[in-house]
């Protein structure tokens, strides 16, 4: 049995048809079957890349069999296929929620959802080649009588399942995390415009009996198309690490060849040939550039993972170090406090021999015991400060402020400091200028620093004088050590104040010390809120270190 049949047919291809019908099947079902294969073949075992690769073969096939339907002459195909047009349109629509759930979810649905779905199918596939479906068939007209219930139910169901899909998104979408969000709105307006444009055009084409406008509803796959190439340049979405201008270009190409089909005029196909030759050299050459830059990017995606993994090694082995010096630091401590007492009592008992408390020291025992004295002393400053440092570097450092006079703190210990000066030879004035000198200290700290500075002037000054000079100003007083020494270099300006650093001429002269004295000072001057810092002229030329304290006023 045969309707009038087309002339020039050709397979699919006549005349008689619609002058809309390939342009709107054809880009549709290429593009959408050459992406949904692209992104199954990136990763077939994973479920979001085999449900769009069947929403794309289920959509393919719908279109195939309506494009047969159109340009076939014969009843019976048209009789065979008519009932597959209602299964494979609920099973899209059941296709697309289950898409929507597992690409916002990033998991796959529950049995109970799966369940609902099937249950909600299974009329469709029961009845769809009976009589419910299809009444009849109008030979002479060539036209199919459909069943409107049925036809109405799996309209229905289209309807639900574009609804629940409607709702996921909007559920979704105010749970998710700001990311995610960028994400479903592009999918979702996507997804709504493809299954609005199918249903609206498909229930009116049903309903007033003009099946010409379901052409117009295939246009949608496209748009869906685009807005899922979206997803996969901007979020590389599906996991897949190359860009997909290779899909975006064929389906250029499709939408430009596809045009063959309805133009008629010979201008418009010389045209339109020059357009497709065109579209195709420009493809390739931007699919080359882009794989070259999405090498590029993985290369910098591997070289940013390789310095974080090294960041994170880097950190673990800062920790390790951290925790090194600190065991370092509690080790010196205890050394410290245990070489302190012994040389005490050194100290204190060979003083005691040299005042003659235990009966007259012989001359010549007099200087090696002098001797055992001034090394236990300096022994006892070395280990006094680094019991400070461990005490600063450990957050044990106390301080006991309290109101005093720095005039007269710094005049007593000039006093007690002239006599190792006068040792030496050297000459050590005290001077005061100004008013008041009162500030809120712990003395004992003010007392180790200025004794440690003028320690330090008297180490490093072979010959002259030593000058201490005191005076104030609105909110602070000021400490000036000025000697006539070896001076300073430059390039030990910067470093001076740190640990183990010598002020001595690059070890041209050699002065005992372990440079810890005035990394010391310092950590004791800024916890009093002050400044510290030398000035010098050069080498040989002397050195004036100088120490500001904030009046009593000023500090709170």
């Keep these: 049995m045969y309707c009038e049949a087309f002339p020039d047919l050709f397979l699919i291809f006549t005349s008689g048809v619609p002058h809309l019908l390939y342009y709107s099947h054809i880009p549709a079902v290429l593009t959408s079957f050459l992406l949904g294969i692209y992104i199954f073949t990136n990763n077939r075992k994973n479920l979001l890349n085999q449900l769009l690769f069947s929403i794309s073969c289920v959509f393919a096939l719908w279109s195939v069999l309506n494009l047969i339907a159109w340009t076939s002459p014969s009843s019976q195909w048209l009789m065979m296929l008519w009932p597959a047009f209602g299964v494979l349109y609920s099973l899209l629509y059941a296709l697309c929620l289950y898409f929507v759930y597992v690409y916002i979810d990033k998991k796959d649905i529950s049995l109970s959802r799966k369940i609902i779905?099937?249950?909600?199918?299974?009329?469709?596939?029961?009845?769809?080649s009976s009589k419910w479906n299809?009444?009849?068939?109008?030979?002479?007209n060539c036209e199919v009588h459909e069943g409107r219930y049925f036809t109405s139910y799996y309209y229905l169901l289209g309807l639900v399942f574009m609804l629940w899909t409607f709702g996921v998104i909007v559920v979704r979408y105010r749970k998710a995390k700001p990311a995610l969000r960028k994400q479903i709105v592009p999918l979702g307006v996507g997804m709504l415009l493809f299954l609005l444009s199918f249903f609206v055009t498909g229930y009116l084409a049903s309903a007033i009996d003009n099946f010409e406008l379901e052409q117009y509803g295939l246009f949608g796959m496209l748009i869906f198309m685009g807005f899922l190439a979206y997803l996969i340049v901007q979020f590389k979405a599906f996991n897949i690490k190359l860009l997909a201008t290779q899909a975006l270009v064929a389906g250029l190409v499709i939408l430009i060849g596809s045009e063959f089909f309805f133009v008629?005029?010979?201008?418009?196909?010389?045209?339109t040939g020059i357009t497709l030759i065109i579209a195709i050299g420009f493809g390739y050459m931007l699919v080359k550039s882009v794989k070259g830059e999405v090498a590029q990017r993985e290369r910098i995606e591997r070289l940013a993972g390789d310095l974080a993994k090294a960041n994170d090694s880097l950190f673990a082995a800062n920790l390790k170090l951290k925790e090194l010096d600190r065991q370092k630091t509690e080790f010196?401590?205890?050394a410290s406090h245990q070489l302190r007492s012994p040389l005490t009592a050194?100290?204190?008992?060979?003083s005691m021999i040299l005042e003659g408390t235990y009966g007259v020291v012989e001359e010549k025992m007099r200087q090696p015991l002098q001797n055992i004295f001034d090394s236990s002393q300096r022994l006892v400053v070395v280990i006094e400060d680094f019991l400070n440092i461990t005490r600063i570097e450990l957050g044990r450092m106390k301080y006991e402020f309290s109101n005093l006079n720095i005039k007269d703190l710094v005049e007593k210990v000039v006093s007690t400091m002239k006599v190792p000066a006068e040792q030496k030879g050297l000459v050590i004035n005290f001077v005061a200028e100004g008013g008041e000198y009162m500030i809120t200290a712990d003395p004992g700290k003010v007392n180790q620093i200025i004794s440690n500075l003028i320690d330090n002037a008297i180490k490093y000054t072979p010959t002259g004088s030593i000058e201490v000079?005191?005076?104030?100003?609105e909110s602070k007083v000021r400490i000036a050590i000025k000697d006539s020494g070896v001076g300073l270099m430059p390039e030990v300006?910067?470093?001076l104040f740190e640990k183990f650093v010598r002020a001595d001429d690059a070890g041209k002269v050699n002065y005992s010390g372990t440079g810890l004295g005035l990394y010391v000072a310092k950590q004791m001057v800024e916890a009093h809120k002050g400044k510290i810092w030398a000035e010098s002229e050069g080498v040989g030329k002397g050195s004036t270190f100088i120490v500001e304290l904030p009046a009593k006023k000023d500090l709170h």
């Design 117 to 128: 779905i099937a249950v909600l199918l299974l009329p469709v596939i029961f009845f769809a």
């Design 134 to 140: 299809l009444e009849y068939f109008d030979i002479p």
């Design 264 to 271: 008629r005029n010979p201008v418009n196909i010389v045209l």
């Design 332 to 334: 010196v401590s205890i």
């Design 346 to 350: 050194i100290k204190g008992y060979t």
């Design 469 to 473: 000079k005191v005076s104030d100003g």
């Design 493 to 495: 300006m910067p470093k």
